[in-house]
């Protein structure tokens, strides 16, 4: 495989990571005042995500660094050219992340639920507009958009119910599945007309190139979508477990879809050689990727282990 | 006005913004391992008290380091897509091992900190704050080696009008890089001391309000309890300043030779001078003491901004290549002033609290000091701002130095509205978290650390308003929970 195709297949694997790893986080801050009636259910329900939701941010800088670094074009290209929605973004993201460090710290009740409209807020922001600006790059157009925020705030709203789900007991399970079970009322139909789409504009886009059309791509969205019908049924038959690795799955699908169908050309008029850093560059970064990696999934994966039990309301 | 002007000042607003947390990330993290450490190595309880304390403050602030952060490596991308795309081959790396090597490692183990208290063996506990302190000092030398490129870029060749990296290690090497690192990493520390410093200051001024006899004994006495910061602050502070003032005349060599502008444009010369005189305050002069900082020698030459004017025109073209003077001129006085006055504090602290020759109860350390201590509290934070400003506006007009001019580094597609919008809501919201930062900050410093934990006669019970649990066996809270 050439530097540059690898290096794509890299930043594919980072935004994979970001969107399965923060997609819960987003959902748990969403779905906040949903899943819990008071002050122990809510530390119950961020609970969940308290010990990890900052290293899986650093999955974002990381898949934004990585595409600075080994596509400067791409890069500069898609941030400039999404400047506002991506003001959005960050905004979200700022209010989020104060809102989930200090709300442990504010001693009155007001502040908290400043907070938490922060936490909430800021996590619906970014995971609406990731799926709109995506769907906008590969389709161009406002329904697109909307259709694509409409899908990601819905699937990273089932993945955090399900997450939730597998995440602690007591009453604010049964409501974690209550809720899962809803939104994919609303995620199911907007998949079955997002992710199909997905390699139907990679076709479109790119269809000189033969792989944007290839049938791997539609296997991919057409799994993604099965994976979140099944994570549907495995809620209802009571399996967390089964139900989260089948949100996660159709999260993995759908980005692979999404890859494939930036592939070769992941801005209009851009493609990923010319794009692409020089050898020397992109060859040092491999080596120095290849070897810190593995500590880094390492170290994430013992911190998951470390908080593997379930939470029950009112326990840190 | 064009989107250009905007962009820089948006590109200023979050910059200076962010840097106002990173220190204090940088330094009070590892003064909270070290007190961390401290317990764990004798077992003493104050220290695991001082821990918590200290963990609040340096949690609450780490958040907005956090947050501004993700702005920063998003705002090359957003406002400045011509000049992401002319250094990203070389500029991009250090920002991808940044995230990759040290931004995991500190948030990864900042939750594990965080929220490890009681899941995680002590030693194994105390080791996951000292892996995020790592990470965050890590952070720093990789986005100052990037920095370090724009102001001497090394290690590339320019292929079809962009850089092309030809060699990683010079960049990570840099001399620029190797001078600033020490000199910032030191400041932030200086920094984070003068925090600490400002922090015990007022605990000693409120406690001894509070206890106006002494019925508390000395040794065990509330105001005693922040001897132990006090003092390692000092030290911190003293050493770090060494620092700052050698690495900072080592960088006065660097600028002579890499970025001469800079250096003219800080000491207002405005023609090449043999034997130039500094300047502390305009019309006080210091013979030969700018040739001898910058040159090593009292008679060396010192090109000014005009004759360097002439001779940057006959080599790129006509252009203004001359900074903002006055900026440059008064932010490296701010810097060296403020900066002198912190690390000068802290000396005159060591100095008043001194071990005695013979034995005794430990020195007390005078209210005015505290208060002096109190009052300085900007001042480091305000040297550091102000040695930003000297070091990026004196860069001007270039965003890399002898390569590419900042009027060419903006993104073309981005109108003014669409950055008029993006800085005013990051700097309304800026203001607005500031505000929120800064009483959620004194709100706990008022608040104090926790009561001692077992009711043990005698143990000082701090203020700790509305936290009172004093069942014998009631453990420490968690550092933070939601």
């Given at each position: 495989?050439?530097?540059?195709?690898?290096?794509?297949?890299?930043?594919?694997?980072?935004?994979?990571?970001?969107?399965?790893?923060?997609?819960?986080?987003?959902?748990?801050?969403?779905?906040?005042?949903?899943?819990?009636?008071?002050?122990?259910?809510?530390?119950?329900?961020?609970?969940?995500?308290?010990?990890?939701?900052?290293?899986?941010?650093?999955?974002?800088?990381?898949?934004?660094?990585?595409?600075?670094?080994?596509?400067?074009?791409?890069?500069?290209?898609?941030?400039?050219?999404?400047?506002?929605?991506?003001?959005?973004?960050?905004?979200?993201?700022?209010?989020?992340?104060?809102?989930?460090?200090?709300?442990?710290?504010?001693?009155?009740?007001?502040?908290?639920?400043?907070?938490?409209?922060?936490?909430?807020?800021?996590?619906?922001?970014?995971?609406?507009?990731?799926?709109?600006?995506?769907?906008?790059?590969?389709?161009?157009?406002?329904?697109?958009?909307?259709?694509?925020?409409?899908?990601?705030?819905?699937?990273?709203?089932?993945?955090?119910?399900?997450?939730?789900?597998?995440?602690?007991?007591?009453?604010?399970?049964?409501?974690?599945?209550?809720?899962?079970?809803?939104?994919?009322?609303?995620?199911?139909?907007?998949?079955?007309?997002?992710?199909?789409?997905?390699?139907?504009?990679?076709?479109?886009?790119?269809?000189?190139?033969?792989?944007?059309?290839?049938?791997?791509?539609?296997?991919?969205?057409?799994?993604?979508?099965?994976?979140?019908?099944?994570?549907?049924?495995?809620?209802?038959?009571?399996?967390?477990?089964?139900?989260?690795?089948?949100?996660?799955?159709?999260?993995?699908?759908?980005?692979?879809?999404?890859?494939?169908?930036?592939?070769?050309?992941?801005?209009?008029?851009?493609?990923?050689?010319?794009?692409?850093?020089?050898?020397?560059?992109?060859?040092?970064?491999?080596?120095?990727?290849?070897?810190?990696?593995?500590?880094?999934?390492?170290?994430?994966?013992?911190?998951?282990?470390?908080?593997?039990?379930?939470?029950?309301?009112?326990?840190? | 006005?064009?989107?250009?002007?905007?962009?820089?000042?948006?590109?200023?607003?979050?910059?200076?913004?962010?840097?106002?947390?990173?220190?204090?990330?940088?330094?009070?993290?590892?003064?909270?391992?070290?007190?961390?450490?401290?317990?764990?190595?004798?077992?003493?309880?104050?220290?695991?008290?001082?821990?918590?304390?200290?963990?609040?403050?340096?949690?609450?602030?780490?958040?907005?380091?956090?947050?501004?952060?993700?702005?920063?490596?998003?705002?090359?991308?957003?406002?400045?897509?011509?000049?992401?795309?002319?250094?990203?081959?070389?500029?991009?790396?250090?920002?991808?091992?940044?995230?990759?090597?040290?931004?995991?490692?500190?948030?990864?183990?900042?939750?594990?900190?965080?929220?490890?208290?009681?899941?995680?063996?002590?030693?194994?506990?105390?080791?996951?704050?000292?892996?995020?302190?790592?990470?965050?000092?890590?952070?720093?030398?990789?986005?100052?080696?990037?920095?370090?490129?724009?102001?001497?870029?090394?290690?590339?060749?320019?292929?079809?009008?962009?850089?092309?990296?030809?060699?990683?290690?010079?960049?990570?090497?840099?001399?620029?890089?190797?001078?600033?690192?020490?000199?910032?990493?030191?400041?932030?520390?200086?920094?984070?001391?003068?925090?600490?410093?400002?922090?015990?200051?007022?605990?000693?001024?409120?406690?001894?309000?509070?206890?106006?006899?002494?019925?508390?004994?000395?040794?065990?006495?509330?105001?005693?309890?922040?001897?132990?910061?006090?003092?390692?602050?000092?030290?911190?502070?003293?050493?770090?300043?060494?620092?700052?003032?050698?690495?900072?005349?080592?960088?006065?060599?660097?600028?002579?030779?890499?970025?001469?502008?800079?250096?003219?444009?800080?000491?207002?010369?405005?023609?090449?001078?043999?034997?130039?005189?500094?300047?502390?305050?305009?019309?006080?002069?210091?013979?030969?003491?700018?040739?001898?900082?910058?040159?090593?020698?009292?008679?060396?030459?010192?090109?000014?901004?005009?004759?360097?004017?002439?001779?940057?025109?006959?080599?790129?073209?006509?252009?203004?290549?001359?900074?903002?003077?006055?900026?440059?001129?008064?932010?490296?006085?701010?810097?060296?002033?403020?900066?002198?006055?912190t690390v000068g504090l802290s000396v005159l602290g060591l100095w008043l609290t001194r071990r005695r020759r013979r034995p005794g109860p430990p020195r007390e350390i005078p209210s005015w000091f505290a208060r002096a201590c109190v009052l300085a509290l900007p001042l480091p934070a305000l040297a550091m701002i102000a040695g930003w400003l000297l070091s990026e506006i004196g860069r001007q007009p270039w965003t890399v130095q002898g390569e590419l001019l900042t009027a060419a580094s903006v993104s073309p597609g981005v109108g003014l509205g669409e950055v008029a919008v993006s800085l005013a809501v990051f700097t309304a919201l800026y203001g607005a978290l500031a505000l929120a930062e800064a009483v959620l900050l004194i709100r706990h410093v008022k608040a104090g650390p926790e009561p001692a934990p077992t009711g043990r006669p005698g143990a000082p019970r701090t203020g700790g308003e509305g936290a009172g649990h004093d069942d014998?066996?009631?453990?420490?809270?968690?550092?933070?929970?939601?």
């Amino acid at each position: 495989m050439e530097l540059p195709t690898f290096w794509f297949v890299v930043v594919a694997f980072l935004w994979t990571g970001y969107f399965v790893l923060e997609g819960f986080d987003f959902g748990v801050g969403l779905l906040l005042p949903v899943l819990s009636r008071d002050e122990a259910e809510r530390g119950q329900v961020l609970g969940t995500i308290g010990p990890v939701w900052d290293g899986n941010e650093v999955w974002l800088i990381t898949a934004v660094g990585a595409m600075f670094a080994a596509f400067p074009a791409w890069y500069a290209g898609l941030l400039s050219a999404f400047y506002l929605p991506l003001v959005l973004v960050l905004a979200g993201l700022i209010v989020r992340g104060v809102g989930l460090e200090w709300r442990g710290k504010v001693r009155h009740a007001s502040d908290r639920a400043w907070c938490d409209l922060g936490i909430m807020v800021g996590s619906g922001l970014p995971a609406f507009v990731w799926g709109a600006v995506f769907a906008d790059v590969l389709y161009g157009g406002a329904v697109a958009a909307l259709v694509g925020g409409v899908f990601s705030l819905a699937l990273f709203a089932l993945h955090g119910a399900v997450f939730v789900a597998l995440k602690t007991s007591g009453p604010v399970r049964g409501r974690a599945r209550r809720t899962a079970m809803i939104t994919s009322l609303v995620a199911l139909p907007t998949a079955v007309v997002a992710l199909p789409g997905i390699p139907a504009a990679g076709a479109k886009g790119a269809a000189a190139t033969g792989w944007a059309a290839s049938p791997w791509l539609w296997a991919c969205a057409l799994a993604a979508t099965a994976a979140l019908a099944a994570a549907t049924a495995l809620t209802w038959r009571n399996r967390d477990g089964w139900a989260f690795t089948a949100t996660a799955s159709s999260i993995v699908l759908g980005a692979a879809a999404l890859f494939g169908a930036l592939w070769p050309a992941p801005l209009p008029g851009l493609t990923v050689a010319e794009a692409a850093s020089g050898p020397y560059t992109l060859g040092m970064l491999t080596w120095i990727g290849l070897i810190a990696l593995p500590f880094v999934l390492g170290y994430q994966t013992w911190t998951y282990w470390v908080f593997r039990r379930r939470l029950t309301a009112g326990t840190p | 006005m064009e989107a250009l002007d905007l962009a820089r000042w948006q590109f200023g607003v979050t910059t200076v913004y962010h840097f106002l947390f990173v220190p204090l990330t940088i330094g009070l993290g590892v003064f909270v391992a070290g007190l961390q450490t401290a317990w764990h190595r004798t077992g003493k309880e104050h220290y695991l008290r001082l821990t918590k304390f200290f963990g609040k403050l340096f949690l609450i602030n780490f958040a907005m380091g956090v947050v501004t952060g993700i702005v920063q490596e998003f705002q090359f991308g957003m406002n400045w897509s011509e000049y992401s795309v002319f250094v990203g081959d070389v500029f991009g790396a250090p920002l991808a091992l940044e995230a990759l090597l040290a931004f995991f490692l500190e948030s990864t183990f900042l939750g594990l900190w965080i929220f490890g208290w009681d899941r995680l063996p002590r030693r194994v506990h105390l080791a996951t704050i000292w892996a995020a302190v790592i990470g965050s000092n890590l952070s720093a030398y990789f986005i100052l080696a990037a920095n370090a490129w724009m102001k001497h870029p090394v290690g590339y060749e320019v292929v079809d009008g962009k850089a092309r990296m030809t060699d990683l290690w010079a960049v990570l090497t840099n001399s620029t890089a190797l001078a600033q690192v020490p000199h910032v990493v030191a400041g932030a520390f200086v920094v984070a001391g003068g925090f600490v410093l400002a922090v015990c200051g007022y605990r000693i001024l409120r406690e001894r309000r509070a206890d106006p006899d002494r019925t508390v004994p000395l040794r065990r006495g509330l105001p005693q309890m922040w001897r132990t910061p006090m003092r390692a602050a000092l030290v911190m502070t003293a050493i770090a300043g060494a620092v700052v003032a050698g690495s900072g005349d080592a960088s006065a060599k660097l600028l002579h030779e890499q970025q001469p502008m800079k250096l003219a444009a800080a000491e207002g010369l405005e023609r090449d001078t043999a034997g130039a005189p500094f300047s502390p305050v305009p019309g006080v002069e210091v013979p030969l003491l700018l040739s001898f900082l910058a040159t090593g020698d009292p008679q060396g030459v010192v090109q000014g901004t005009e004759d360097l004017q002439e001779r940057f025109t006959e080599r790129f073209g006509q252009a203004d290549y001359r900074p903002d003077t006055t900026v440059v001129y008064w932010s490296f006085r701010v810097m060296i002033t403020f900066g002198l006055a912190t690390v000068g504090l802290s000396v005159l602290g060591l100095w008043l609290t001194r071990r005695r020759r013979r034995p005794g109860p430990p020195r007390e350390i005078p209210s005015w000091f505290a208060r002096a201590c109190v009052l300085a509290l900007p001042l480091p934070a305000l040297a550091m701002i102000a040695g930003w400003l000297l070091s990026e506006i004196g860069r001007q007009p270039w965003t890399v130095q002898g390569e590419l001019l900042t009027a060419a580094s903006v993104s073309p597609g981005v109108g003014l509205g669409e950055v008029a919008v993006s800085l005013a809501v990051f700097t309304a919201l800026y203001g607005a978290l500031a505000l929120a930062e800064a009483v959620l900050l004194i709100r706990h410093v008022k608040a104090g650390p926790e009561p001692a934990p077992t009711g043990r006669p005698g143990a000082p019970r701090t203020g700790g308003e509305g936290a009172g649990h004093d069942d014998a066996g009631t453990r420490l809270q968690p550092t933070l929970m939601y």
